[in-house]
Structures are given as C-alpha cells and as structure tokens.
C-alpha cells in the first residue's frame, strides 16, 4: 500500500469525528477571515485557554481590520500583554495597514498574497485561506505534526524544515472539498487525544485502526525532534524604583528584543547591593536604600534572563524615566512578562 493510499482515508476518517467531538472555540464561531487569522496569531506558543480572553477583548476594541490598523502602539501592546512574542503584534498591525492600503481593508483570498502579509508564514497562510475560503492549503503545525508522525511512523526529526516541507506535500495530495473542516480535524486531534506531552490516546482514536506507530507499538515514542541548543544565559541588574507612591519606567529601542515594550530601568550584569546603590547614584537618582531584593529568571526562546531585582525610593522623580502610578501601569503600560513579574510584588505588598 503506497502512501497516498493510506492516508487517503484521513479525511472520511477523520471529518466524521470532528463533527461530533471538537471543541467549542470562540474563533470558530464564524469564518471570518480577520478572526481566523487573529486566533491563529495568538495561538503561536500560547494555550489555547490563555488565548481566549485575549481574543475576546481584541476584537471588542479592535473589532475589523480597519481598527487594527490605526490602532495606537501603547493601545496594542496592553492588549497583547501577558501573551509574549510581542513581534506577533506588531506584524498584526503591519499587516493590517497592507490589507487597508492594498487591498481596500479585505483580507485577501489568495494564498501567495496572504503568505507576502508581514508576519504571515506557510502555516497561517495555509489556515487562514482553507478554515475562511475552504482553499486545500495544508497548516503544518507541531500538532500536525506529532499526528503525521505517528500515523506513518516516521522518526523524521518534526522540526527540520524539510520534515515539515514533506508532511505539506502528503497532505496536499489527499485535501477533501470541506478542506477548512478538514484542517481544523487534524489540528484538533493533534491537540487532543493525540496531544503534546503525554501518552496519546489510542483507544479513542479515530484513526487507530490506519495508524501505522500505533500498530507498530511506537506512538508513544514519537515524534522526534533534533537534539536543541543550549540557550545564552544573560544577566540583568533591575531596578524597581519609587516615588511619592508612582515607578520609574522608560521604553525599550524600537527594535531587538521587546521592542518598543516599557520596562523598569536595568543594567547588564549582576549588581551587589552597595554597587547598584552606587551605579544609581551615578546617575543622579539619590536612592535612600533598598526596600527589598529578589532574584527572578526568564526564559525566551534562546536566551534565559537572569535577573536580580531591587526595590528602592528615590528622593525626586529623575526626568529620565516616566513615572507612573500602580493603577497606571495596570490600565496604560505594556510591561512583558519579564518585567511583569516584578509589578506583581508590588501589587501583593
């Protein structure tokens, strides 16, 4: 049995299910393109429970694309706080302003156009235009993936662009008429009984009875990845400074790593108490002394912060940072979740 013949079967095998056991997902309530492409943003490394309220409130303030493309980058990054990856946003917006300006703010149907959108890669491309225009467009994910791996029983490594570049073509041989619903299978069951991080469950599995690693014994063994790199380790030094009852924070560069994010003002390294008090006196700022110390970590997808905290009063409000009041950096600030975790000992004192 060749390999086109054997997965061809997927789709009766797999739509039938769908229907009666998907979950109830906000982003598919409709097909409107905007949604979906949204969704699938924010799904990038992200829960799906974490997204949901996320989405909700997007689109309550951004409600079409039109918004999305004048939206204020302040406005936008405290919409995106919390999720991460906050370059996804800022392509969000980029390719929104193409959308208005090039195709008179309606997002396009073809999928070379959709994949040229900034921040748009073969995977949001593929999703978007099969689950909105029913286009037979593959989205090639880790869960698809994982799916793909163990029903062929392959030990391909699944992060190997060419792995993935292998599993598009397979499955673009084989796409039904309903091919939106048909994504959405393989993506839920891949999220699901054949999900990340535990055994995957074969006995309630609609394909069990085609699923080569199952026959073969090696489900639970796959997929395979490449061996990963080890991350660079960096220190940081922060301050968390005080006066009269309002925090010193200032804005990243507009570009690298959280560009254009606010954070508490730090230093490379790691500072022992008496030399951060010295390193701000240095700059004119006239701490009192330090009202606590913590160590934090953050990990970013090749770089661990290492990041020792103080927490100190300054006698005057410094020029040099802006100033702002708890109640304001809850409601006004996009502080990434590296910085984050500081305000949240401020709001637990």
């Not at 943003?41 to 079409?64: C, D, N, S």
């Not at 009875?209 to 090696?218: D, K, L, M, S, V």
Request: hydrophobic share 35%; charged share 25%.
């Amino acid at each position: 049995m060749n390999e086109d013949t054997f997965l061809s079967c997927l789709p009766e095998l797999l739509l039938p299910w769908y229907e009666g056991n998907h979950r109830d997902l906000p982003w598919r309530k409709d097909r409107e393109p905007y949604h979906i492409w949204l969704s699938e943003i924010m799904l990038q490394q992200t829960r799906v429970e974490a997204v949901k309220g996320y989405y909700a409130r997007f689109l309550t303030v951004l409600p079409t694309i039109q918004d999305l493309a004048q939206c204020e980058d302040d406005t936008l990054h405290k919409l995106w706080e919390g999720l991460g990856y906050y370059s996804r946003v800022r392509n969000l917006k980029k390719a929104a302003q193409v959308i208005v300006n090039d195709y008179d703010g309606v997002f396009p149907r073809d999928h070379a156009q959709v994949l040229a959108l900034p921040g748009i890669g073969a995977y949001t491309a593929g999703a978007v235009c099969s689950i909105a225009f029913n286009a037979p467009t593959p989205a090639v994910d880790g869960n698809v993936l994982r799916l793909l791996s163990r029903l062929r029983n392959d030990a391909s490594p699944i992060d190997l662009p060419e792995t993935k570049k292998e599993v598009t073509q397979v499955l673009s041989r084989i796409y039904p008429e309903r091919a939106g619903d048909f994504t959405q299978a393989l993506m839920e069951l891949g999220a699901t009984l054949c999900g990340p991080n535990r055994k995957p469950e074969c006995e309630q599995c609609p394909c069990r009875a085609i699923c080569r690693g199952y026959t073969a014994g090696t489900a639970e063994s796959l997929p395979v990845k490449a061996p990963k790199k080890q991350r660079r380790q960096e220190e940081l030094t922060v301050f968390i400074l005080s006066c009269d009852g309002c925090y010193a924070l200032e804005k990243r560069p507009n570009k690298g790593l959280l560009a254009g994010l606010w954070q508490f003002p730090n230093v490379p390294g790691t500072l022992e108490p008496q030399q951060a008090l010295c390193q701000l006196e240095s700059q004119g700022l006239h701490p009192k002394e330090i009202l606590r110390q913590i160590h934090r970590t953050h990990i970013f997808t090749h770089i661990q912060w290492n990041m020792q905290g103080y927490y100190l009063e300054v006698r005057e409000k410094s020029p040099d940072f802006q100033w702002f009041s708890p109640q304001e950096i809850r409601t006004q600030a996009a502080l990434p979740t590296a910085f984050r975790q500081f305000f949240k000992e401020i709001e637990n004192v």
